[in-house]
């Protein structure tokens, strides 16, 4: 299973322990080895789930303390439950993505289950870094395996012209991030500029020569592809 904790936390419902359980554990202050085992085997499972050996790995590691084996077990086998997405494509991706100040669009991705489990109830995406473009979190369908679905984020443009990134990931009900990230990179022109470049390019399919445009370098594309395009039109951007 997919291992990515990100910037969200905890231990999800699969592996929860009632505390009073593990208190009236702890409080039995035995030194017996096998009693030990078996009780770490009885809190987080089973003999089948976690064999004699594991158990006693755990708890040889911290010096034979129950409390202390029980955290490192679920801090090295919690993070396996996590689900599996992957980004199957971005429709909208463009490199030189324009828009204008303060413009409404919609971002999409289309996504999949690509693990053999299905998705809890309440599985949802977020900005995980960079500008969320006023958007807030959108609920995920909890799809089985092998199955796909577009998910759409209603966004809004910054109001300044520039070049903004927004990076967005898929986080289960209890907040822990999974799957491939998804991105948005976006160029904010100065209002009209789109509609002077359309002109320019309409001038130059009627055989005039149109004025030099300067360009602004996207730092988040590399540098080769700048130098492809060095000498094209630039892009409509339309969404």
Same mark, same amino acid.
């Given at each position: 299973?997919?291992?990515? /904790?990100?910037?969200?936390?905890? %231990? ?9 359980? #593990?208190? =009236? &554990? ?13 009780? +770490? =085997?009885? !809190?987080?499972?089973?003999? *089948? ?7 006693? &790995? &755990?708890?040889?590691?911290? /010096? ?19 689900? #599996?997405?992957? #980004? ?9 993505? /324009?828009?204008?100040? /303060?413009?409404? &669009? ?44 577009? %998910? $759409? ?5 910054? @109001? ?12 289960? @009900? ?11 990179? +976006?160029?904010?022109?100065? =209002?009209? *500029?789109?509609? !002077?470049?359309?002109? #320019? ?7 005039? $020569? ?30």
């Amino acid at each position: 299973m997919d291992v990515d /904790n990100g910037d969200g936390g905890g %231990v999800s419902g699969s592996m929860d322990i009632e505390q009073s359980l #593990l208190q =009236q &554990f702890s409080c039995l202050g035995t030194t017996d080895k096998d009693e030990l085992v078996q009780q +770490l =085997q009885k !809190l987080l499972g089973s003999p *089948t789930h976690l064999n004699y050996s594991t158990a006693a &790995f &755990f708890l040889d590691m911290n /010096n034979w303390n129950l409390q202390a084996a029980i955290c490192s077990y679920l801090d090295v086998e919690a993070p396996n439950t996590l689900p #599996l997405m992957a #980004l199957v494509s971005d429709p909208d991706a463009s490199e030189t993505e /324009n828009i204008e100040p /303060n413009t409404q &669009f919609q971002k999409a991705w289309h996504i999949s289950n690509s693990g053999t489990e299905s998705w809890p109830v309440g599985c949802y995406i977020q900005c995980s870094d960079g500008d969320t473009f006023g958007a807030e979190r959108v609920y995920l369908p909890a799809l089985q395996p092998g199955q796909s679905t577009y %998910v $759409i984020v209603a966004m809004q443009s910054p @109001p300044m012209p520039g070049i903004y990134q927004s990076k967005w990931r898929a986080c289960t @009900p209890a907040g822990s991030y999974f799957g491939d990230p998804m991105w948005v990179i +976006l160029t904010v022109v100065e =209002q009209g *500029t789109i509609e !002077l470049t359309e002109q #320019l390019s309409h001038f130059s399919e009627l055989g005039a $020569i149109p004025p030099l445009v300067p360009q602004v370098p996207n730092p988040f594309i590399p540098h080769y592809i700048h130098r492809e395009n060095k000498d094209s039109a630039p892009p409509d951007g339309q969404f």
